[in-house]
């Protein structure tokens, strides 16, 4: 069985102090057993996420890692200072870095190796520009994608390793994907974790939803057999809409 996960992205958003009290409000509520809850803050937030969920059952963790271990890379965040932190979960290969950043799917793939040597749970992000979709490529484009981003990465366990299917032309566009459509590109990149790493592993990897992930689309998505939650940008920013997501998740 697959525990349900509702992440949430919040981008470039929040300071520390506006993170902290979010946080707190959130454990102010009761939170549904059901699906599990992590947050994907800004780096800064960092430290106010572990102050404020440590100990409780909300997981938090980063957006981007850097590909190198240590050493001169001005600017970058490694994987260990992530886990000294407490990130169970960090974000690599969102379509936003993959296009603002050149991030291909070999550094994808690097970043996972350093996530996983620190004990962190990778949430891989793939999926489709409109074009390919319109052309009829996007089960083709994502597998590749998912492909070269996991070359040479051996994940372990399946609890290790999150995929999220996040087609770039629903993202903050307001415009999601169907349930029936997203349901169908999960289904095929469970049968490419399969033929990796056999059946019963990719039985056990979460395949979250997302892009324009809503209270009101939320239930209809995650009814999905293979879609094992969301991963939420804009919703996940205001404590109503997250708690609501939360709730659809079952
Ligand atoms: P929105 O939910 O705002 O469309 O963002 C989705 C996303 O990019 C999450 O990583």
């Given at each position: ?11 470039m ?11 707190q ?54 994987a ?27 550094l994808?793939a690097?970043?996972?190796?350093r ?17 390919v ?27 290790n ?7 770039v ?22 049968s ?17 939803y ?19 939650g ?21």
């Open positions: 069985m697959r525990k349900k996960l509702v992440a949430g992205n919040w981008k958003h929040k300071t520390l102090t506006e993170a902290k009290v979010w946080l409000e959130l454990l102010s509520h009761t939170l549904p057993s059901s699906a599990e809850a992590a947050l994907m803050v800004p780096f800064t937030s960092l430290p106010a996420a572990q102050e404020v969920l440590s100990g409780s059952p909300v997981a938090f963790g980063a957006q981007d890692v850097s590909a190198h271990q240590e050493g001169a890379y001005t600017g970058e965040i490694s260990k200072m992530l886990a000294d932190l407490g990130c169970k979960y960090t974000i690599i290969g969102h379509s936003e870095r993959r296009a603002y950043h050149k991030e291909p799917d070999l994808v690097e970043k996972a190796k996530l996983l040597e620190a004990n962190i749970a990778p949430i891989l992000c793939v999926g489709e520009p409109l074009e979709r319109e052309a009829g490529e996007a089960v083709f484009y994502t597998l590749k994608q998912l492909e070269g981003s996991l070359q040479g990465v051996n994940p372990g366990s399946p609890h390793l999150v995929i999220a299917y996040e087609p032309w629903a993202i903050g566009t307001g415009k999601n994907a169907t349930p029936d459509d997203a349901e169908n590109m999960h289904d095929e990149i469970r490419w974790l399969s033929s990796r790493f056999g059946k019963e592993y990719a039985a056990g990897v979460r395949i979250l997302g892009g324009s992930v809503k209270p009101d689309n939320a239930a209809a998505l995650f009814a999905q057999p293979n879609i094992d969301g991963l939420a940008g804009g919703a996940s920013l205001q404590l109503e809409s997250y708690l609501l997501l939360l709730g659809a998740a079952r």
